[in-house]
């Protein structure tokens, strides 16, 4: 059982940054793939970024991002910590939202398995980030 939770949220000023963490209480998320994705009221979650993790052991974890973001945010994670992180950079207010962690041990062979919110079994509560221009 993995249980997820986000924080790091808060008020934003357009042009700062932002650091989000999610951390794991019970199962490790060392063997999963980890994802952050963003949600706008009324609208469904949308894909931030990924961390896939290979399980041939062989191959380094690879790491995607929205065209939206690319350049801009850096997920990470901390295995002695249990968690995962989103560092965010110069923001803009279309990056308000509230930001999801989720993690999923199921393995794929493509990379767009991990673009889609169905393919997480875990998710957090979410955070709020609000972007002030």
């Known amino acids: 059982q993995v249980e997820l939770v986000e924080t790091g949220g808060g008020l934003v000023q357009a042009g700062g940054s932002l650091r989000l963490s999610c951390a794991s209480s019970?199962?490790?998320?060392?063997?999963?793939?980890v994802a952050w994705f963003r949600q706008l009221p009324g609208e469904e979650q949308e894909f931030v970024s990924t961390l896939i993790w290979h399980a041939d052991g062989a191959t380094s974890e690879t790491t995607y991002y929205s065209d939206s973001v690319e350049g801009r945010i850096d997920i990470s994670r901390d295995n002695t910590k249990n968690a995962i992180y989103l560092q965010k950079n110069n923001l803009e207010p279309e990056d308000k939202g509230v930001y999801y962690c989720?993690?999923?041990?199921?393995?794929?062979?493509?990379?767009?398995?991990?673009?889609?919110?169905?393919?997480?079994?875990?998710w957090g509560q979410g955070t709020q980030v609000p972007v002030d221009s």
């Open positions: 019970g199962d490790t998320l060392t063997k999963s793939s």
């Open positions: 989720a993690a999923t041990h199921l393995v794929y062979m493509s990379e767009s398995f991990y673009y889609r919110k169905g393919s997480y079994k875990d």
